[in-house]
């Protein structure tokens, strides 16, 4: 079983639809939980983070961590074409101070029609 | 936002030479840089983490002589592949570090894709 797990995709939507995108994972040292939007030929950009269990919303955009399911969410309201990417959700754990390396997954390529 | 660069962003070149992509931070130094790959459909795996002035700490499997890491400055780290074969070829990708109060974040560079023929 991998790590962290995530549907790949494609995902398309009509605008103006919520999406709801989702990560498993099986490691419980996990304790920051990252949204990232990457398109193309690009590096990913961090959308959100959120520490242990929770709800944290920004915008457009709701993160969501059940830390007891091992299952995180992220929810975008009023979706528009410009929200077309590839979202990676990346965990990571709090053993050093702060530099861990990410583990990633396999990113959820997402379409919003006009 | 903070910025990363890579050089070069795609690369070819013979099997059995060696390759060296830079990452540098253009306007925050960085203690810390990772260097993560992504085979096509696999997830970003991290590879090892790079820190200033030290040696790399390596993720389990991933070879550290095949992989030279060094960074010798707050904004470069490099890495080469050495003696290259098609099974390296793969898109690479760097992050470096910077430190926040409520958060540490890492800002990915635009990554490198190296094709072994």
């Known amino acids: 079983q991998k790590e962290v797990e995530q549907d790949p995709g494609p995902l398309s939507v009509p605008e103006g639809a919520i999406v709801s995108l989702n990560c498993t994972y099986s490691n419980s040292a996990f304790q920051y939980f990252m949204w990232y939007r990457q398109y193309s030929r690009k590096g990913p950009e961090l959308l959100m983070y959120t520490y242990s269990s929770g709800n944290k919303e920004d915008g457009r955009f709701t993160a969501q961590v059940d830390k007891s399911s091992k299952y995180i969410s992220l929810f975008i309201r009023d979706s528009q074409p410009s929200d077309s990417a590839t979202y990676l959700c990346a965990m990571r754990g709090d053993s050093g101070g702060g530099a861990d390396g990410l583990t990633f997954g396999k990113g959820t390529h997402l379409i919003i029609q006009p | 936002g903070a910025v990363v660069s890579q050089h070069p962003s795609w690369v070819i070149c013979k099997s059995g030479t060696s390759v060296k992509i830079e990452c540098r931070s253009l306007d925050f130094q960085a203690t810390t840089m990772f260097w993560y790959r992504q085979f096509p459909k696999q997830s970003l795996m991290l590879m090892a983490t790079?820190?200033?002035?030290?040696?790399?700490?390596?993720e389990q499997g991933v070879e550290k002589d095949k992989f030279l890491i060094n960074h010798a400055s707050l904004t470069l780290s490099t890495l080469t592949v050495t003696s290259a074969h098609p099974e390296d070829s793969s898109f690479y990708i760097c992050?470096?570090?910077?430190?926040?109060?409520?958060?540490?974040?890492?800002?990915f560079g635009p990554g490198t894709r190296l094709t072994v023929l």
């Open positions: 992050s470096a570090l910077l430190g926040r109060i409520s958060y540490n974040e890492q800002f």
């Open positions: 790079s820190n200033e002035g030290s040696k790399a700490t390596y």
